[in-house]
Nanobody, 121 residues
Framework: QVQLVESGGGLVQPGGSLRLSCAASGSIFSINAMGWYRQAPGKQRELVADIIGGGNTNYADSVKGRFTVSRDNGKNMVYLQMNSLKPEDTAVYYC???????????????WGQGTQVTVSS
């Protein structure tokens, strides 16, 4: 089995910063993409940022210039540095990984349990 465990969420004032971390563990042969999604109350889950294979990154337009996604392949970890946070960034943030358990196995999509980020004064 594979587990994704997030940490680093919390309450922060507008304009503040937080850093989220996610560690993937278990039966992992290879990881393709790792990244972060978020879901605010009453809204659909959306991509925040991800980093794929050789290092290509994708960001939601709403976070470009403020958030930075990075990855430590040796530790199977992904990070999200969030700066200049706004109240509209308030959501549950979920770690995501697309990985395979063996050489001939298919790619599967895995999710963490989510961590709450609240931006409020």
């Amino acid at each position: 089995q594979v587990q994704l465990v997030e940490s680093g969420g919390g309450l922060v004032q507008p304009g503040g910063s937080l850093r989220l971390s996610c560690a993937a563990s278990g039966s992992i042969f290879s990881i393709n993409a790792m990244g972060w999604y978020r879901q605010a109350p009453g809204k659909q889950r959306e991509l925040v940022a991800d980093i794929i294979g050789g290092g290509n990154t994708n960001y939601a337009d709403s976070v470009k210039g403020r958030f930075t996604v990075s990855r430590d392949n040796g530790k199977n970890m992904v990070y999200l540095q969030m700066n200049s946070l706004k109240p509209e960034d308030t959501a549950v943030y979920y770690c995501n990984a697309v990985l395979k358990n063996g050489r001939g196995a298919p790619w599967y999509n895995y999710w963490g349990q989510g961590t709450q980020v609240t931006v409020s004064s």
